[in-house]
Each structure stands twice: as structure tokens, then as C-alpha cells.
């Protein structure tokens, strides 16, 4: 349940970043297809965010359906990951505030 909450906060920092570039906001949950979007615009964060979004692109999914989530998490990990997207959004946080 944590990386699926993880991975939403990812996405919705992602979109954040993309609006702030300009992107037109799309109903999309698909980490790896934001990641690319960002990739493809000047923002320093895409080579953060790519690997998380890769790591944590099947979490939204995979925690919400019952079978698939029979591993035991990797709580350091998922500390290192949490750690990663709140750095990333305090950045976007700073950014869109400089813009104000």
C-alpha cells in the first residue's frame, strides 16, 4: 500500500513539473509515459525522476489487485524511494513559488 500511495505522490509531482512547463494536464496514471513527457522538456529533474517512475510504475496497480503484492517489502528501499519524491517536491514546490 505504501508504494502505491508512493507512486501516486511521484505521479502527481511529475504533473506538477509539467504544468509548470506547460504541459496540458492529462488523466494519465502511467509513471513511465510522465517521465518521458518530462524527459522531453527542459526540466532538471528528469534524470530523478526516471528511475523512480520505472521502480514504482507498477505499484499502482500491483497493490490494489489481490495476488500480486506477495512479496515482503523492502523497507529500506521504500524508505530511499519516499526520501527521493519529497526531495523532488520540495524542488517543484520551490520552483512553482519562484514563478509566483
Not at 34 to 42: F, G, K, N, S, T
Not at 54 to 72: C, I, S
Not at 86 to 97: F, I
Amino acid at each position: 500500500m505504501c508504494r502505491s500511495k508512493l507512486s501516486e505522490v511521484l505521479e502527481k509531482v511529475i504533473k506538477a513539473e509539467l504544468i509548470r512547463l506547460g504541459w496540458f494536464l492529462e488523466r494519465t496514471h502511467e509513471l513511465t509515459r510522465l517521465a518521458r513527457e518530462l524527459e522531453a522538456r527542459p526540466s532538471g529533474l528528469s534524470a530523478e525522476v526516471k528511475p523512480l517512475a520505472l521502480t514504482l510504475a507498477g505499484a499502482y496497480l500491483t497493490t490494489r489487485y489481490p495476488g500480486f503484492d506477495l512479496d515482503d517489502p523492502d523497507w529500506p528501499a521504500l524508505r530511499a524511494q519516499i526520501e527521493q519524491v519529497a526531495l523532488l517536491l520540495e524542488q517543484v514546490r520551490d520552483q512553482v513559488n519562484a514563478q509566483g
